[in-house]
């Protein structure tokens, strides 16, 4: 869908949108209504860059002799460290490590999880709803970023090991 309707908008259109355009219409409503081999019409709204028209002028530059004011803050390292820190999270390039390779504090991991209630004996007893579980889950090692006991346990697991990991969820207050 948002292949066509950045066609229809760039395109036909002429527009150069600005982040991704909205249907007017839910989809539901809109796929109730459509029947294949037949011209459909749908409205999206989307917000587009705008166009700029510089006043009529005497002079051949009118913004020159425009002057500005602008005032910066200090600068703070311990902001821009975790400014960077978090892109080079945000854009690491991960790659594929040979098994049985041991998992460390900042590496990442894809693990496929099973969830289980347990008893104070730590007994498993029955599965834990899907949000508590899955197939091919990104988990990055660092502290207070998941469930208390996950990364923890997951740190010094060989790359391929199966593992069980105790892990405890925040009570409700």
């Not at 820190?85 to 693990?111: F, I, N, Q, S």
């Not at 970023?145 to 405890?168: D, N, S």
């Amino acid at each position: 869908m948002a292949k066509l309707v950045d066609v229809a908008v760039k395109e036909e259109h002429k527009l150069d949108p600005i982040g991704q355009p909205v249907t007017l219409i839910p989809l539901e409503t809109l796929a109730e209504s459509f029947v294949p081999g037949k011209d459909f019409t749908m409205g999206v709204k989307c917000d587009v860059w705008p166009t700029l028209k510089w006043a009529e002028s005497e002079e051949e530059k009118p913004y020159h002799g425009l002057s500005g004011k602008y005032s910066r803050k200090p600068y703070d390292e311990t902001k821009f460290n975790l400014a960077m820190k978090d892109l080079r999270d945000r854009y690491a390039v991960l790659e594929d490590m040979p098994d049985g390779t041991k998992l460390d504090w900042g590496d990442a991991c894809t693990v496929n999880m099973v969830g289980y209630m347990s008893n104070d004996a730590g007994d498993k007893l029955e599965p834990l709803p899907n949000t508590a579980s899955g197939e091919n889950v990104e988990v990055v090692l660092g502290k207070g970023r998941y469930m208390e006991g996950l990364v923890e346990g997951l740190v010094g697991a060989a790359v391929g090991e199966t593992k069980t990991v105790q892990t405890a969820f925040p009570e409700v207050r």
